[in-house]
């Protein structure tokens, strides 16, 4: 069973190399390594919003020097990335941004690679999905927690391109062979689940077309309304309770840096 889910994540990920491993976090904690391993200019780079809260944490324990890349509400400003990336050994960054837009992965791949930086696509909320494509990403990462598209509150990805640089890290950790079977029938699942959380989050955005809706153009898994007063505010929070939609509040790092309602379609089962 173990080798239909590898076999279905490389369909997935469009990557000959696929290891599974216990959280994402650890599948960021390991790209993290690997990006060392192969790369020794001193930064690494994250987007200043959209990403995650291990993004700013795990590069400093392998002696990189953090960069916030300046983006556009969580969305990779191209322009900007060609200013800083041939300085970084490698670029983390999360499609879609937030779980609320779709980035112009090819674009920003383009740009790195041109540069000498490596892409690790933290495909969590794209898994099973067009938005994660490891032609454009030198690793791939992501988890199968609560509330993610793979919703099984256990277990992550790392895929690669090439053969991973230290294969002795896979040893620190075991899988349950009593995980597998769940974990093949969410991911055979994921295409459909992040279809109709897709759908989902269309009619949120027609239902609030008269509110800010950030980035309401662009594919997601939840919705991000800003909001500029007290009264919007409340507005957005009554149509969430009366839709019985989970939300939480910004200012926050993985979502953007502003005030905004965050409402969590991924959430729904």
């Excluded at 889910?5 to 599974?20: N, P, Q």
């Excluded at 890349?69 to 900007?80: A, M, P, R, S």
């Excluded at 991973?164 to 079977?181: H, I």
């Excluded at 969430?240 to 969590?264: D, G, N």
Aim: charged letters at 30%; a positive charge.
């Amino acid at each position: 069973m173990k080798a239909e889910i590898l076999k279905l994540l490389k369909e997935y990920t469009k990557h000959k190399y696929i290891r599974l491993t216990s959280r994402g976090n650890l599948s960021i904690f390991l790209g993290t390594y690997f990006a060392k391993k192969t790369n020794s200019k001193p930064y690494f780079l994250i987007p200043d919003q959209g990403g995650w809260l291990t993004y700013k944490k795990y590069p400093k324990m392998f002696g990189f020097t953090i960069k916030e890349l300046e983006t556009d509400q969580g969305v990779i400003n191209l322009d900007k990335l060609k200013e800083v990336a041939q300085k970084c050994g490698a670029f983390i960054y999360a499609n879609p941004a937030g779980y609320f837009a779709e980035q112009p992965m090819k674009e920003i791949y383009e740009i790195c690679s041109e540069a000498g930086c490596i892409v690790i696509l933290d495909a969590t909320g794209a898994i099973g999905s067009d938005m994660c494509n490891g032609e454009y990403a030198d690793f791939t990462i992501g988890s199968f927690g609560k509330w993610k598209p793979v919703n099984m509150g256990y277990g992550g990805w790392i895929s690669s391109k090439e053969q991973f640089p230290d294969l002795e890290m896979f040893s620190l950790y075991r899988m349950s062979d009593l995980t597998y079977p769940k974990m093949l029938e969410a991911l055979q699942k994921a295409p459909a689940r992040i279809k109709q959380l897709m759908d989902r989050c269309d009619q949120v955005k027609q239902d609030l077309k008269d509110f800010n809706v950030i980035h309401a153009d662009k594919k997601g898994l939840v919705v991000v309304v800003g909001y500029k007063s007290s009264d919007e505010k409340e507005k957005i929070i009554e149509y969430c309770k009366a839709q019985v939609l989970e939300f939480t509040e910004c200012p926050r790092y993985i979502r953007v840096e502003e005030p905004a309602i965050s409402i969590e379609i991924k959430r729904l089962e």
